[in-house]
Antibody, heavy 118, light 109 residues
Framework: EVQLVESGGGLVQPGRSLRLSCTASGFTFGDYAMSWVRQAPGKGLEWVGFIRSKAYGGTTEYAASVKGRFTISRDDSKSIAYLQMNSLKTEDTAVYYC?????????WGKGTTVTVSS | EIVLTQSPGTLSLSPGERATLSCRASQSVSSSYLAWYQQKPGQAPRLLIYGASSRATGIPDRFSGSGSGTDFTLTISRLEPEDFAVYYCQQYGSSPGFTFGPGTKVDIK
């Protein structure tokens, strides 16, 4: 059974950093791209970015709103995808979901909540 | 970046009625890389349709997707009580920026 479990969320002050993890199981992690999607309270879904599998170079793509501040990485030996978030802003407050793949997402985690507030 | 517009914002219908949701893109969506998701409060989204018209595994056949280019439609042929939710479209043909639409809420009339 495919499972994705996000962790690392919490309360953080503006300008600080936070790293989220997405621990995967039930499939060969290294074969898949992994994506992050977020949802601000009461708002719609926002695509954050993705990382390709090593077979496709392991390269990344980001939404304009987070480019230069957020970094997605992966550790295939541990089946974990990471979202490093720097220079956090209040508007980054959201539930962060990881998904399997780079396009349409069948598998989603339950999400982890990030609150950016002083 | 491709901008998606969904209409209507809210659709008020009764169980058993037909629901027609629209998603319009600011530019042509490459290879019909358009997906539809359903989201209920407190839950992660659920993939319904990918490739504009292919139903995801386990999705009932009352859900259907159609369209190409810039105009796409999600149709729910007969609303069941569990179908009242928010629906999002997403394009994933133009990278970077696999944008989502703002959503359509289907609520009970």
């Amino acid at each position: 059974e495919v499972q994705l479990v996000e962790s690392g969320g919490g309360l953080v002050q503006p300008g600080r950093s936070l790293r989220l993890s997405c621990t995967a199981s039930g499939f060969t992690f290294g074969d898949y791209a992994m994506s992050w999607v977020r949802q601000a309270p009461g708002k719609g879904l926002e695509w954050v970015g993705f990382i390709r599998s090593k077979a496709y170079g392991g390269t990344t793509e980001y939404a304009a709103s987070v480019k230069g501040r957020f970094t997605i990485s992966r550790d295939d030996s541990k089946s974990i995808a990471y979202l490093q978030m720097n220079s956090l802003k209040t508007e980054d407050t959201a539930v962060y979901y990881c998904t399997r793949g780079r396009g349409s997402a069948f598998y989603w985690g339950k999400g982890t909540t990030v609150t950016v507030s002083s | 970046e491709i901008v998606l517009t969904q209409s209507p914002g809210t659709l008020s219908l009764s169980p058993g009625e037909r629901a027609t949701l629209s998603c319009r893109a600011s530019q042509s969506v490459s290879s019909s890389y358009l997906a539809w998701y359903q989201q209920k409060p407190g839950q992660a989204p659920r993939l319904l349709i990918y490739g504009a018209s292919s139903r995801a595994t386990g999705i009932p056949d009352r859900f259907s997707g159609s369209g190409s280019g810039t105009d796409f439609t999600l149709t729910i042929s007969r609303l069941e009580p569990e179908d009242f939710a928010v629906y999002y479209c997403q394009q994933y043909g133009s990278s970077p920026g696999f944008t989502f639409g703002p959503g359509t809420k289907v609520d009970i009339k």
